[in-house]
């Protein structure tokens, strides 16, 4: 191993092959859910010098565990116990290679933050709208090899639907220049979608041409108490006919969530959240002005009023309102953390059936366990649902895991498969999800993922042991 350190160093030069020392930034996955050994931590300051990384570990038949801001939650971007795997940090490609006006694009660097990204198009006038809790770390290669979600794909789509080409470095150290721009390409299997949420396992992302929107003009956030999941529901529907493609965001979040924030985060006011057992955060884009946006959002939320299918709401009346709002819902998953450990979720089922699902799934977890407590929330809007159990009232939070985590698992994923449903809706399979994934994905769905895997990384070098098994 010492001869691939060396090559390492030839290419990328010997400060950035980090061997020793302290490589706990690399090492550790987000949740500290696992602490890998890396061979080593490289990091090349270009598209050119990741190919050339990429040849040296397959000549010498070496794992790569490609790494981007290292936020993911499924321990995928660290490396295993082993000692034996190279860990890639993209970080160092952070430039934003061009924006083109006129097609709308931006073409960024792998490593690129995605904080960083939504600043340059905003620099230019333009709206980037992919956006995460995690936007300050994560990259956009990283949100690309996870197809990540977020707040607005409501109406934007996920990173995939923002994507128009990808520069990739294969296992075999070729490089793919598709970086096209192109909005149509019939030329056959389409190369980007098998890159974009492959987790690493297919080939390394290196740059990406992105979509870009007009910033819109005036951006309103409400918040509604509602007396059900199901009037959530209505109202999704409510609101996707009154505001049409305005909807940019529809968070759901349950009364045990929000009551979390409060009892943890004192400081924060957490509007309407003891008046009803769900509460509605929705945001509306506008390309006119503020005042027809309000206008219309204020008209959506009498109907809904009317119809019963809303409590009481209120509109931020300003942008320190809004974002005051925001940060309500994102740190739920903070008043999480400070109760304790708990089984997370990251689940999607039909818009139609997701009341359906948490009635059923809700009973049958009581039945399992008395008093355990649902953190339920997330993304309605798309289906997905960050549906999280917590330890009853008094118990031990790490004895509550150890014991309940995969009897818990087991009915939720059973219930979500009943539902038609996906495992993960948003943060991937990583090594965390494997076993389940074999379990509840269709056997000749997997084969043919295995197919792609033997064609495009042969030598099984590309993050082994995530997603699939070889
Ligand atoms: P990493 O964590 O470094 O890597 C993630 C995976 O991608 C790994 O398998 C890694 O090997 C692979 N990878 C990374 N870079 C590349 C590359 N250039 N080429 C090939 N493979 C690569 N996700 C959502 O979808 N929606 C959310 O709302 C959301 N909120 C989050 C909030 C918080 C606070 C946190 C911590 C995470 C959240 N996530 C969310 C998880 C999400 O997956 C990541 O934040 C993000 O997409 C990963 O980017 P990263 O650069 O950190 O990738």
Redesign the pocket.
């Known amino acids: 191993m010492n001869g691939l350190i060396e090559a390492l160093r030839q290419v990328v030069g010997a400060n950035h092959v980090l061997a020793d020392g302290d490589l706990t930034a690399w090492e550790q996955d ?1 949740r500290k859910r696992s602490r890998g050994k890396a061979l080593a931590v490289v990091r090349p300051g270009s598209a050119r010098e990741v190919a050339q990384v990429v040849r040296a570990c397959a000549d010498s038949g070496t794992a790569i ?9 499924v321990v ?2 660290t490396p295993d116990a082993s000692g034996t795997q190279v860990v890639l940090s ?1 970080q160092r490609l952070n430039a934003v290679r061009g924006l083109d006006r006129d097609n709308l694009t931006i073409t960024v660097e ?1 490593g690129c933050v995605l904080q960083r990204v939504q600043e340059a198009a905003e620099a230019a006038g333009f709206l980037f709208p992919l956006s ?3 936007e300050g ?3 956009i ?3 690309l ?2 197809n ?4 607005q794909v409501v109406r934007y789509g996920n990173a995939r639907d923002l994507c128009l080409g990808l520069e990739v470095v294969t296992a075999r150290g070729e490089t793919w220049h598709g970086l096209s721009g192109l909005r149509k390409d019939n030329t056959g299997y389409d190369l980007r979608d098998l890159f974009i949420g492959s ?2 396992t297919l ?4 740059a990406a041409t992105m979509k870009l929107y007009p910033a819109p003009a005036a951006r309103l956030t409400a918040w509604a108490a509602v007396p059900s999941l199901d009037d959530a529901v209505r109202l999704l529907g409510l609101a996707h006919r009154e505001l049409g493609a305005g909807l940019t965001g529809f968070e759901v979040m349950g009364q045990f969530a929000l009551g979390l924030v409060a009892r943890h985060f004192a400081q924060l006011r957490v509007p309407l959240y003891e008046q009803a057992p769900f509460c509605v955060l929705l945001e509306k884009s506008d390309d006119e002005s503020e005042a027809h946006a309000r206008e219309q959002f204020e008209r959506l939320l009498e109907r809904a009023l009317e119809e019963g299918c809303v409590a009481d709401a209120v509109v931020a009346e300003n942008l320190s309102q809004a974002n005051q709002l925001w940060h309500v819902r994102e740190s739920i ?1 903070l008043a999480q953390a400070e109760e304790g450990l708990n089984i997370k979720h990251d689940i999607s089922v039909p818009v139609s059936r997701i009341p359906e699902f948490c009635r059923e799934t809700d009973a049958l977890l009581q039945r399992l366990i008395p008093g355990v407590r649902l953190v339920n929330f997330g993304h309605l809007g798309d289906g997905n649902l960050h549906y999280n159990v917590q330890a009853p009232e008094q118990g031990d939070p790490r004895g509550f895991l150890e014991q309940w985590e995969e009897a818990v698992n087991g009915v939720v994923y059973d219930s979500v498969q009943r539902f038609d449903g996906s495992i993960s809706a ?3 399979v ?1 090594s965390l999800k494997l076993a389940k994934l074999e379990k509840h994905k269709s056997p000749v769905a997997l084969e043919l993922m295995r197919g792609i895997k033997r064609a495009l990384d042969p030598q099984d070098i590309m ?1 082994p042991g ?1 997603v699939l098994r070889a």
């Open positions: 987000w565990v490609p790494q981007g801001g290292n936020t993911g939650l995928g971007s993209l792998a995460l809790a995690a770390s994560c990259t290669g990283g949100n090899a996870t990540a979600g977020g707040t987790e690493g080939g390394i992302i290196t998953p948003e943060h991937g990583g993050n995530r």
